[in-house]
């Protein structure tokens, strides 16, 4: 009996003993896989704990230039940009075959995998392991996109975990699409080029939405190598090589045929250059000037705006081609620079401006002038709106209508009379004052009508001391937009005897165009930011500056070539045959500015000739070097406006015989 009782505790023993080695291994694999678990839950939490919200990428951190374009938004003027240069695009509005290139390129599993590409980076760290350090990551297109985002581009172990783990991230929590369109807006693509719209602009000159097959095989080429297999660079033909080892990749992965392939591959790339471009410079810095300090330097480069200008491109190149061929002309003269500025009467919109030799990037200077400060024809000086250093130059009788229209205020017309003779107006400037025609012809009684018309110096002078007065015409004349005018003056000024800006007197002129009525220069029609909204938007309105009657008196008289025959002819280059258009020249004492000023109700056109150093000219008047650029211009830019005439005084002016008596 007690022997078998042993037995049974024998066996008891050896079956605990048995129950005892199994439950060790089953333990130590569960806490291994839970610690495993908990590890990897850890890690995860723990890089994408600030993983950036959808809008961050929509919205961009990433910097947008801001782009200024002509009024209709057709031409663009210059764009303004960083580090990155960039424009923001829809998936749609990518051309599909891009879109295949790119994936055939980068990741021919894209819309496959779920953020990363398991044999991709199998096979990456195979080739790594051969050739003994980290070249080859495998990296799919939601990788690139997170490294060039967040990462820093060093290959360390830590940051390819984090890639991988936020790519998880990022495929989990939005579309193929979404993921697409970031990427294809963030990749860079060499020469400051930041996506696709602003890498086929870079390259093409072309939008995005307009590039063949063999260009987005191109674009998508330059993303292994932006810089190294950059077209203006030594490496071109292995950027085209690998042109057409895409074509190839496309056609393995049924993105086209072999047909379509071959011919692209035939197609010659046409690479545009890339200096830098600035479509109607003087005008065009001048936005970017006003830009700057409303925005700031910093903020115009990333914030992708769009700026809307008032400039007229169909204008602004007949302005070019009258002040580039009127400077030629005057050279023989001894007159380098000109200043043509166009304003729309009604708006006060600018729809032209040029300066210089009508080419910002005209070469050199004279002999001996090395800095172009103080050269004869600086072409990077803009004499419209001059600087601070410089407000502006002295514009001779073309003030002239600032003090008659201040006599017509007070009640006096065209048929008031004064005496043309030689006059000593007494001590101004501590000597006396004697001024003379231009003819040195005095010609007795005049009406104010013929002395306007003419240009006639002693009867102005004579107009501004006893019929308009001194300060009020003064007061006109900055009523109407002339801020340049010091309290110094003297009755030299109805002759132009202080300085003004050519923008300044041609807008004041608008005034008389828009009978009274007066808005102040407008440059920006309307600026948008990157999404489309307005920021800002031009809303200025007319304003009454003058009575209707002074300003069409002022108009018809300007506008009688019977009344300035006389002193101009009857076929002068301010006689417009088939328009009424009224006109006033300036020359300034000593020959250093030459001035015409002529408008009609739809255009205001103002051009200064003369020499940016204030060198004299030939003794030449306005009407001889300024007036065939201003004709030149107006006979073309007319045809662009309804005709219009002024509408006619109530007074109705004295006939004058017309006998003419030519400069």
């Not at 108009?555 to 417009?576: E, K, Q």
Request: charged share 25%.
């Amino acid at each position: 009996m007690a022997k078998r009782v042993y037995r049974r505790k024998t066996y008891k023993r050896r079956k605990r003993k048995k129950k005892k080695d199994l439950p060790l291994i089953l333990k130590i694999l569960p806490l291994f896989l839970l610690l495993f678990l908990v590890g990897g839950i850890s890690l995860f939490l723990y890089y994408v704990k600030d993983f950036p919200r959808p809008e961050m990428f929509a919205e961009r951190q990433l910097a947008q230039s801001t782009k200024i374009y002509d009024r209709k938004g057709e031409v663009l003027l210059y764009e303004i940009y960083g580090e990155e240069k960039r424009t923001w695009v829809t998936l749609e509005s990518i051309p599909e075959y891009l879109k295949q290139a790119v994936i055939a390129a980068e990741d021919a599993n894209f819309y496959s995998h779920f953020g990363i590409d398991l044999v991709g980076i199998l096979r990456a760290i195979l080739v790594d392991l051969k050739i003994g350090r980290p070249v080859y990551g495998g990296s799919t297109i939601p990788q690139q996109l997170i490294r060039s985002t967040f990462l820093s581009p060093e290959k360390t172990a830590e940051r390819k975990i984090r890639e991988i783990v936020l790519s998880l991230e990022l495929d989990r929590r939005y579309s193929k699409d979404d993921i697409l369109e970031w990427y294809l807006n963030q990749v860079p693509f060499g020469q400051n080029a930041y996506g696709v719209e602003s890498a086929s602009q870079t390259y093409f000159k072309k939008s995005i939405s307009e590039i063949s097959l063999s260009e987005a095989a191109t674009l998508a080429s330059l993303i292994k190598a932006p810089y190294r297999l950059s077209p203006y660079g030594e490496n071109r033909d292995d950027l085209l090589n690998r042109k057409d080892y895409i074509l190839n990749r496309m056609r393995q992965e049924r993105f086209l045929s072999k047909e379509d392939g071959e011919n692209a591959k035939k197609e010659e790339i046409e690479f545009i250059e890339t200096l830098v471009n600035i479509k109607a410079p003087y005008f065009t810095l001048w936005i970017k000037q006003q830009l700057e300090e409303k925005y700031g330097q910093d903020l115009l480069r990333v914030r992708g705006l769009k700026v809307y200008t008032s400039l007229d491109w169909e204008i602004q190149e007949i302005a070019e081609e009258a002040a580039k061929k009127g400077i030629e002309r005057n050279k023989a003269f001894k007159a380098h620079n000109v200043g043509l500025v166009a304003i729309d009467p009604k708006s006060g919109e600018i729809l032209a401006m040029t300066v210089g030799t009508g080419d910002y990037y005209a070469p050199s200077y004279p002999e001996g002038c090395a800095s172009g400060v103080d050269c004869l024809f600086d072409p990077k000086f803009n004499v419209v709106v001059g600087t601070k250093n410089n407000p502006g130059r002295q514009p001779g009788s073309a003030f002239k209508p600032f003090v008659y229209v201040t006599a017509f205020k007070k009640g006096y017309d065209g048929n008031t009379t004064t005496t043309d003779e030689e006059t000593n107006f007494g001590i101004w400037g501590e000597e006396e004052y004697i001024p003379q025609n231009y003819d040195e012809i005095f010609r007795g009684e005049v009406t104010l009508r013929q002395a306007l018309a003419q240009s006639l110096n002693v009867p102005s002078v004579k107009v501004i001391l006893d019929l308009a007065g001194l300060e009020d015409s003064i007061k006109t004349a900055e009523d109407l937009g002339i801020t340049t005018l010091k309290p110094s003056y003297g009755p030299s000024i109805v002759l132009g005897g202080w300085e003004v800006k050519l923008l300044e007197i041609t807008s004041a002129y608008s005034a008389f165009a828009n009978d009274g009525l007066k808005v102040p220069p407008v440059s920006i029609l309307r600026i948008e930011d990157s999404r489309g909204n307005i920021l800002e938007e031009n809303k200025k309105t007319p304003r009454r500056v003058l009575d209707s009657e002074p300003v069409r008196l002022i108009n018809d008289i300007l506008s009688d070539n019977v009344a300035r025959a006389p002193m101009f002819g009857t076929s002068s280059p301010l006689y417009f045959r088939n328009y009424q258009v009224a006109a006033k020249t300036g020359t300034t004492q000593d020959y250093r500015d030459a001035w015409t000023i002529g408008y009609s109700p739809s255009i205001v056109t103002g051009v200064w000739v003369g020499n940016n150093n204030n060198e004299s000219m030939d003794k030449q008047p306005g009407v001889m070097l300024s007036s065939p650029i201003w004709r030149s211009f107006m006979e073309k830019a007319l045809l662009k406006f309804p005709r219009e005439n002024f509408p006619k005084p109530k007074i109705e002016p004295v006939l004058v015989e017309s006998g003419e008596n030519p400069i």
